[in-house]
C-alpha cells in the first residue's frame, strides 16, 4: 500500500511540475507569438500579449524555481528517461524564464541606419506597393511599407536634413 501512495505521489510531482512548466513556458512564448513582424494583430490579443509580456519577468522566476525543486525532488528515482526529459523540460524553463527579462523586441524591430537606395527606373518594387515619401528640396526618398513594417524606423538624410522616418 505504501508503494502505491509514493508513485501517487511521484505522479503528483509530474502533474504540478507539468503545470509550472507550461505556466512558465506559456508567459514566454504567447506574446512571443502573438507580437511578430508581418503579421496581423487582433486588437484584444494585442493587449492581452502585451499584458502578459509586461508581468511576465516575476512569475516566469517563480514558475522557474518551483519547477527546479521539483525537478530535483523528482530526479531521485527516476529512470534515465525521466531525467532526459526533466533536463529537456527544465532548458525550455529556463530559456523561458531569461527571455522574459530580454527585450527581444529589439532584435526583431531594430531601426535601419544606413539605408540603401535605388532609382526609380531600378527598383523593383510592384506599382500597387505603397512607401512612405518624403522630400526636401529637390532630393526625395520612399521607404516601402513592407520594410518599414519590420523595421519601424529609418534614420536618413534628405535634402541635407537629417530625418527619423518611422511607421
Same mark, same amino acid.
Given at each position: 500500500?505504501?508503494?502505491?501512495?509514493?508513485?501517487?505521489?511521484?505522479?503528483?510531482?509530474?502533474?504540478?511540475?507539468?503545470?509550472? $512548466?507550461?505556466?512558465?513556458?506559456?508567459?514566454?512564448?504567447?506574446?512571443?507569438? #502573438? /507580437?511578430?513582424? *508581418? &503579421?496581423?494583430?487582433?486588437? %484584444?490579443?494585442?493587449?492581452?500579449?502585451?499584458?502578459?509580456?509586461?508581468?511576465?519577468?516575476?512569475?516566469?522566476?517563480?514558475?522557474?524555481?518551483?519547477?527546479?525543486?521539483?525537478?530535483?525532488?523528482?530526479?531521485?528515482? $527516476?529512470?534515465?528517461?525521466?531525467?532526459?526529459?526533466?533536463?529537456?523540460?527544465? #532548458? /525550455?524553463?529556463? *530559456? &523561458?524564464?531569461?527571455?522574459? %527579462?530580454?527585450?527581444?523586441?529589439?532584435?526583431?524591430?531594430?531601426?535601419?541606419?544606413?539605408?540603401?537606395?535605388?532609382?526609380?527606373?531600378?527598383?523593383?518594387?510592384?506599382?500597387?506597393?505603397?512607401?512612405?515619401?518624403?522630400?526636401?528640396?529637390?532630393?526625395?526618398?520612399?521607404?516601402?511599407?513592407?520594410?518599414?513594417?519590420?523595421?519601424?524606423?529609418?534614420?536618413?538624410?534628405?535634402?541635407?536634413?537629417?530625418?527619423?522616418?518611422?511607421?
Amino acid at each position: 500500500m505504501r508503494e502505491f501512495s509514493n508513485q501517487q505521489n511521484r505522479g503528483s510531482i509530474w502533474t504540478v511540475f507539468a503545470t509550472f $512548466a507550461l505556466v512558465c513556458t506559456a508567459l514566454f512564448f504567447i506574446p512571443a507569438f #502573438v /507580437i511578430r513582424p *508581418f &503579421s496581423y494583430y487582433a486588437p %484584444r490579443a494585442l493587449v492581452v500579449a502585451m499584458a502578459i509580456r509586461h508581468h511576465a519577468p516575476w512569475p516566469t522566476l517563480i514558475a522557474a524555481l518551483i519547477c527546479l525543486g521539483l525537478a530535483l525532488s523528482l530526479w531521485r528515482g $527516476a529512470n534515465w528517461w525521466r531525467r532526459t526529459v526533466l533536463v529537456a523540460v527544465m #532548458v /525550455i524553463v529556463t *530559456f &523561458s524564464a531569461t527571455m522574459a %527579462r530580454i527585450n527581444y523586441f529589439e532584435w526583431m524591430f531594430h531601426p535601419v541606419a544606413s539605408p540603401g537606395f535605388e532609382a526609380e527606373g531600378q527598383s523593383k518594387l510592384d506599382a500597387k506597393e505603397m512607401v512612405l515619401a518624403i522630400r526636401f528640396g529637390g532630393d526625395a526618398r520612399a521607404y516601402p511599407i513592407r520594410e518599414m513594417a519590420y523595421h519601424h524606423i529609418v534614420n536618413d538624410v534628405v535634402g541635407g536634413v537629417p530625418v527619423a522616418v518611422t511607421y
